[in-house]
């Protein structure tokens, strides 16, 4: 197993950078690119864009990621005396916290609450401008915890 943890703190990291590059272009000018768009215009395409994006690909980058820290987050705790021990086991958490788990507790149920709005009623816009608000901001936490998760993942291994 030791002799596995460089290469998955590797995997982590290239993971992390990868989910959090994604969340990174969502948070600087995806969505706001959509909150120019006419209300039922930007709910249409961010229903789009949240069917489009569970794919093989993108799930096993952002879940792929998270079941990997968790392996990470064993070998820190059972190696705490290794070098890198702290970087490895804060990577792994911060990245398990702002990512996996954010994501779900948060911004898939924004998610859902917009599909199932009628985009082109008052109920719409409401939901709208609160879905703006909060998911962006949802979505900073995410793109912060992925970036600091890699820079751990990196740290871990120097």
């Not at 395409?45 to 879940?63: D, E, G, H, Q």
């Not at 064993?74 to 788990?101: E, R």
Request: glycine share 8%; net charge neutral; hydrophobic share 60%.
């Amino acid at each position: 197993m030791m002799k596995l943890l460089p290469t998955l703190t590797f995997i982590a990291a290239i993971g992390s950078g990868i989910v959090g590059g994604v969340f990174f272009a969502f948070s600087n000018f995806v969505m706001a690119a959509l909150a120019r768009l006419p209300v039922p215009s930007g709910i249409a395409a961010m229903n789009s864009i949240s069917i489009t994006v569970i794919t093989p690909t993108f799930m096993t980058a952002l879940f792929g990621t998270g079941l990997i820290c968790l392996v990470l987050i064993a070998a820190a705790l059972f190696g705490w005396s290794q070098p890198g021990s702290y970087w490895l086991l804060a990577g792994a958490v911060i990245y398990l916290i702002g990512n996996p788990i954010v994501t779900m507790v948060f911004n898939v149920p924004l998610n859902d609450a917009l599909a199932a709005v009628d985009p082109a009623s008052a109920n719409g816009a409401a939901v709208w401008t609160n879905y703006l608000s909060e998911w962006v901001m949802w979505n900073h936490v995410r793109t912060i915890t992925a970036i600091v998760a890699m820079a751990c993942f990196i740290m871990a291994l120097i």
